[in-house]
């Protein structure tokens, strides 16, 4: 524990001050896991105050016991375990002021982690989301119904009716082009979990790719949004955020893929607030979409992705979710491989190209 710290400390001081977005976030990757690191460490630190008393208490005795009078009284007394102790408590001392640098060191690391978000944000202001391309009037998705809160989320204020009444005047599919097969949405990612377990335990409906914050996602098959949303800082991530829809997806896009004789729907989570599309624009397989984040439930910068293979047409498909923004087309957010009336939860790794 002790070399541990001292190399996580060596780390923390070392990190360079860089400029880019992109070089932001990963300085605050590298800093977040040391924080972590370090900071489970720090948790032994109640035992190590206790042990180092003890070992103190006992040293204090044994040094009694060196007294000259007690010594001679006590002739046959050996005192040579005190070297031992003189050691132990140097060494728990040592630990002592290492913890107090990695606390300082914490604390200086959240500063460094804030001031770093800040000039992230101010360079991709959450409020101003670029959009690559005009929406295609010919392949709008006329919206009338209001996103309600489903699938664990609450909707968020405006955003569906605000695209979908103004901007989408007309659905039509006819110009809408059958992908052969889905392309990688983020090549040079690596999977950090797959279906349907994390690493660790516990029930994962999709696949995440892990990739710095601003890496570019692409449309892996020609399609529709459906849903986007970017209300959230790109790089506002943390374990239980209920934030964005559905609930905990921080920012998100709900494509309808058709690919070779199949319907499907791709939904993408955690994205940065910068996206590509509105609802309601087609997109041509390998479009850049949106620049991937870590925000809403999540531990580090990725992408969530889940396939569900639908059993009804296109349109059919846009009607349902307008009434019902369900993201999981009926197959629910708690059994793996799910089939509804109309859809199937599908692994994304079987469908994906290796990236
Ligand atoms: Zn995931």
């Known amino acids: 524990m002790n070399l541990f710290l001292m190399c996580c400390l060596f780390l923390f001081s070392g990190m360079p001050e860089c400029e880019s977005p992109q070089q932001l976030a990963a300085a605050n990757a590298m800093d977040r896991r040391i924080l972590m690191a370090v900071e489970q460490c720090l948790d032994a630190e109640g035992s190590l105050q206790e042990i180092l008393e003890q070992t103190r208490a ?10 000259p009078a007690w010594v001679q009284r006590h002739p046959d007394c050996r005192a040579e375990d005190l070297d031992d102790l ?14 107090q640098r990695g606390r300082q060191a914490c604390t200086d690391t959240l500063e460094r982690i804030s001031r770093r978000q800040e000039k992230m944000d101010a360079l991709h202001p959450a409020d101003a ?12 998705i006329r919206g009338t119904a209001g996103l309600p809160a489903a699938a664990g989320g609450a909707a968020e204020e405006g955003s569906w009716d605000a695209w979908l009444s103004v901007v989408c005047p007309a659905f039509d599919v006819s110009g809408l082009r059958a992908a052969d097969a889905f392309v990688h949405p983020i090549p040079g990612a690596y999977v950090s979990a797959g279906t349907w377990s994390y690493p660790g ?18 449309a892996p098959a020609d399609g529709v949004v459906l849903y986007q949303s970017a209300g959230q800082p790109a790089d506002s991530g943390y374990p239980g955020n209920q934030s964005g829809y559905p609930g905990g997806a921080g920012n998100s896009i ?31 397989q390998g479009d850049v979409i ?4 870590n925000a809403g439930n999540s531990t580090g910068p990725h992408t969530h992705v889940e396939i569900c293979e639908l059993t009804m047409s296109l349109e059919e498909a846009v009607s349902y979710f307008l009434d019902t923004a369900d993201f999981s087309f009926g197959t629910g957010w708690d059994t793996p491989g799910a ?15 290796a990236s």
């Open 254 to 284: 709900l494509l309808l893929c058709p690919v070779q004789d199949r319907l499907y729907s791709v939904a993408l989570y955690h994205l940065s607030n910068i996206h590509h599309v509105r609802p309601g624009q087609s997109v041509r």
């Open 339 to 353: 089939c509804s009336q109309m859809a199937c939860r599908m692994r994304p790794e079987q469908l994906l190209p």
């Open 129 to 140: 989301p670029v959009y690559a391309a005009d929406p295609v009037p010919e392949a709008m």
């Open 290 to 293: 949106a620049l991937s984040g």
């Open 86 to 99: 003189w050691t132990e408590v140097q060494r728990l001392e040592g630990m002592q002021t290492l913890h």
């Open 201 to 218: 335990g516990g029930l994962h409906l999709g696949l995440d790719l892990a990739a710095p914050l601003y890496t570019d996602v692409h």
């Open 58 to 67: 006992v040293l204090q005795d044994r040094l009694a016991r060196l007294d």
